[in-house]
């Protein structure tokens, strides 16, 4: 099976999906440490790292699928597109693919859980409330259940 996260981050989408992996006993392929790691190795961030962290994901989590093992993607998913692929992987391997979209509702908490987060990814730079606010529009919510409220 595959299970890909989707949500704005500072939703809950690293926790719930940390959380699962470990009741699952499932590998978690998360993005932003890939991305990170892309720009510790030099790529500039100038370059569509966060397109590539995705692609190096897909691979990644190909790998885990051909073992036949469930895995979980924790990215934003904010687009129909970057949900298609993870559907044309599972589709590829023969195996479901779960949505889980994380909402927090109550702006106040998702600020403060944003500002107060350090997830230690080394090279990683937190967005800011600002730059989370300015991106609400480009996130398309998943049209296909299951939905987490308030992660």
């Known amino acids: 099976m595959l299970i890909a996260m989707a949500g704005r981050p500072g939703a809950g989408k690293s926790s719930i999906a940390e959380a699962l992996g470990w009741r699952l006993a499932a590998p978690v392929v998360s993005v932003d440490p890939i991305e990170a790691a892309m720009w510790r190795a030099g790529v500039d961030r100038s370059q569509p790292t966060g397109l590539a962290a995705y692609v190096v994901a897909e691979a990644v ?77 480009e996130f398309a919510p998943c049209e296909v259940p299951p939905r987490c409220g308030d992660g």
């Not at 909402?103 to 967005?127: K, M, N, Q, T, Y």
């Open 61 to 137: 989590a190909d790998g885990v699928l051909a073992l036949g093992q469930t895995v979980i993607i924790d990215a934003v998913n904010a687009v129909e597109e970057a949900r298609e692929q993870w559907r044309l992987l599972a589709a590829r391997h023969g195996v479901p693919v779960v949505f889980i979209e994380v909402v927090c509702s109550d702006a106040s908490v998702h600020r403060r859980r944003l500002e107060g987060r350090s997830r230690g990814i080394e090279g990683f730079d937190e967005p800011t409330w600002e730059a989370v606010e300015r991106r609400r529009e």
